[in-house]
C-alpha cells in the first residue's frame, strides 16, 4: 500500500520563477493539504483540496495556488518566487472533507524548494 | 486565531531518562489535539491525538499526552526514553466546529543519548 509521495524531492529555482510541486496521496484517500515548513519551524498550513476544490486556506498570497486531479493527486503552484518561498513543502492525504478533523493526515516526505 | 507554543526548542536525555515537552495553545473554544514525531530522514507521522473524553491519551511507542484545560496545555510525556526515541516533535492544534486550520508549533529536537 502506498503511501503519500511527492515529487521532485528537491528543487532549485531562481526569484521570479515559477514552481509546480505534485503529491499522490495515500491510496484510499481523496483529501490533500499541503504545508510549508521553513527551517526550524513547524509546518504552516497552505490550502487543503477536497473534490477537486480549494476548502480551505491558510495566511498565504495569491502566488500560492493549487489543483486536485480526478485521482485526487494534487499539485501546488508558486509564483514569482522569493528568497522567503525557500522551504520544506509538505503534502498531507486524508479521508474526508474539512470538517473530518478526526481523520489522521498521513504525511510525504516533502518537497525541498531553495530560492537563489 | 489559535496558536502553538513549545517551550522546550532543544532537549538532551540520556537513555532510560523520563521526558515531559512542553505544548500550549492559545484558543478558548474546544480544540483537537495532536503530537506528531519526525524521526530523522522519515515522514511526519502521528504520535497521539485528543478529540474529547479521557484527558490522558496514550499514543504509539510508550507516549502519552495529557490534556489540561485549564492550563490549555497538552505536554508530551514518556517515562523512560530510548535511543530510537531522537526526532523533532510537533504540537498541532485545530479549533473543533470551525475552519480547518490545524496550527503547529516550531517542533523540539530530542536526543537521546545511549
Request: glycine share 10%.
Amino acid at each position: 500500500d502506498a503511501g503519500v509521495t511527492q515529487s521532485p524531492t528537491h528543487l532549485i529555482k531562481t526569484r521570479g520563477q515559477q514552481v509546480t510541486l505534485r503529491c499522490s496521496p495515500k491510496s484510499g484517500h481523496d483529501t490533500v493539504s499541503w504545508y510549508q515548513q521553513a527551517l526550524g519551524q513547524g509546518p504552516q498550513f497552505i490550502f487543503q483540496y477536497y473534490e477537486e476544490e480549494e476548502r480551505q486556506r491558510g495566511n498565504f498570497p495569491d502566488r500560492f495556488s493549487g489543483h486536485q486531479f480526478p485521482n485526487y493527486s494534487s499539485e501546488l503552484n508558486v509564483n514569482a518566487l522569493l528568497l522567503g518561498d525557500s522551504a520544506l513543502y509538505l503534502c498531507a492525504s486524508s479521508l474526508g472533507p474539512s470538517s473530518g478533523t478526526r481523520e489522521t493526515q498521513y504525511f510525504g516526505p516533502g518537497t525541498r524548494l531553495l530560492v537563489l | 486565531a489559535q496558536s502553538v507554543s513549545q517551550h522546550n526548542h532543544h532537549v538532551i536525555l540520556s537513555e532510560a531518562a523520563s521526558l515531559e515537552l512542553g505544548c500550549n495553545y492559545s484558543y478558548g473554544g474546544t480544540v483537537n489535539l495532536f503530537w506528531y514525531v519526525q524521526y530523522p530522514g522519515q515522514h511526519l507521522q502521528l504520535l497521539l491525538k485528543y478529540f474529547s473524553g479521557d484527558p490522558l491519551v496514550k499514543g504509539i511507542k510508550g507516549f502519552e499526552a495529557e490534556f489540561i484545560k485549564s492550563k490549555f496545555s497538552f505536554n508530551l510525556r514518556k517515562p523512560s526514553v530510548q535511543w530510537s526515541d531522537t526526532a523533532e516533535y510537533f504540537c498541532a492544534v485545530i479549533a473543533s466546529g470551525g475552519s480547518y486550520i490545524p496550527t503547529f508549533g516550531r517542533g523540539t529536537s530530542l536526543i537521546v543519548h545511549p
